[in-house]
C-alpha cells in the first residue's frame, strides 16, 4: 500500500474517533476541506508541523499516525 494512503486512512479514522469533520480540522489547520481531504485520500503529504498538529489534535503518537508498531 502506498504510504501517503496509509497515513491517510490513519488521519481518518483518528478524526472519525474525535467526532470531527474535515471542516473542522481544516479550520484548525488554517486550510480548505479541500485541501485537508487531500491528505485523507493520499494525495498530498504531511510537513512535519502538520504532523505535530494532527497528532496533539487527534490526542495520537506520530508512530500511530504512520502506524508504527511500538511493540
Not at 480540522?25 to 479541500?34: D, G, I, P, S
Not at 485520500?41 to 490526542?59: D, H, K, R, S, T
Request: some cysteine; glycine content about 4%; overall charge negative.
Amino acid at each position: 500500500m502506498n504510504f501517503a494512503k496509509l497515513v491517510g486512512q490513519n488521519l481518518k479514522r483518528a478524526r472519525k474517533e474525535m467526532k470531527l469533520t474535515q471542516k473542522e480540522v481544516a479550520t484548525t489547520l488554517m486550510m480548505t476541506q479541500q485541501q485537508y481531504s487531500r491528505f485523507e485520500n493520499g494525495v498530498f503529504e504531511l510537513n512535519y508541523a502538520q504532523i505535530m498538529q494532527l497528532c496533539e489534535l487527534y490526542e495520537i503518537t506520530p508512530n500511530e499516525l504512520f502506524g508504527v508498531d511500538e511493540t
